[in-house]
């Protein structure tokens, strides 16, 4: 079985730009959630989505989006750039249930400049 | 609102001893779940062992263990017979029963493990 693929690993973008980061699920997982992960920090809850609809949001404004598509595949969309956004992102997919763990992908590095 | 606190930024360990990482978080909630996540340097956050509220009865995954004190709410990690790969960022994460899978972490704590 597969585990949680995100891309890219690495971005770097400037101030205002917009961005999309992709999520592949774990196979049979139709629940994926997004976190960001500033440096040093633990991940904060951005939003998660379970067969095609946002069924939960995080502290964070409009301009972050997501999307699931009907093979459980995810993106995330941040419109206008902010340093502060400069951060690990990180996919987790789980069962619809997910008291019994996520699983995590290895993030993507965004780099705000 | 839910916090988990973590009050060990970084801890040590030598290779084949025991260690323990605290964790407490604060609720008003009477049922939920607590896990432990180990990150490694490849990012990929990794559970390792988790507790139901409603569950007395401590957790445990071969080496990992846990001590689960609801009423102080308190849980901490056991780790026995540290191995060297078990160097990384642990994080403790709270989440609400029918939450919708919303994870609450904790700031981490760094373990090294020396040979």
């Known amino acids: 079985e597969t585990g949680v693929t995100q891309s890219p690993t690495h971005l770097i973008k400037t101030r205002g730009q917009q961005v999309t980061l992709r999520c592949s699920s774990q196979s049979g997982h139709n629940t994926v959630s997004w976190y960001q992960q500033a440096l040093g920090q633990g991940p904060q809850f951005i939003f998660q989505y379970y067969r095609e609809e946002e069924n939960g949001r995080g502290n964070f404004p409009p301009r972050f989006s997501g999307l699931q598509f009907p093979n459980y595949s995810s993106e995330l969309n941040v419109n206008a750039l902010e340093l502060d956004d400069s951060a690990l992102y990180l996919c987790?997919?789980?069962?619809?249930?997910?008291?019994?763990?996520?699983?995590f992908g290895s993030g993507t590095r965004l780099t705000v400049v | 609102a839910q916090t988990v606190t973590q009050s060990q930024p970084e801890m040590s360990v030598q290779e084949a001893e025991t260690v323990t990482l605290s964790c407490t978080y604060d609720t008003s909630e009477n049922n939920y779940y607590l896990f432990w996540y180990k990150q490694p340097p490849s990012r990929q956050m990794i559970l390792v062992i988790r507790q139901e509220a409603y569950k007395q009865q401590n957790a445990t995954e071969n080496r990992f263990s846990v001590n689960f004190q609801k009423a102080a709410k308190s849980f901490s990690l056991k780790i026995s017979d540290s191995q060297l790969g078990d160097t990384a960022m642990y994080f403790c994460?709270?989440?609400?029963?029918?939450?919708?899978?919303?994870?609450?972490f904790g700031q981490g704590t760094e373990l090294s493990v020396k040979p």
């Open positions: 987790a997919s789980s069962l619809a249930s997910p008291a019994y763990g996520y699983t």
């Open positions: 994460a709270f989440m609400k029963y029918n939450q919708g899978g919303k994870l609450i």
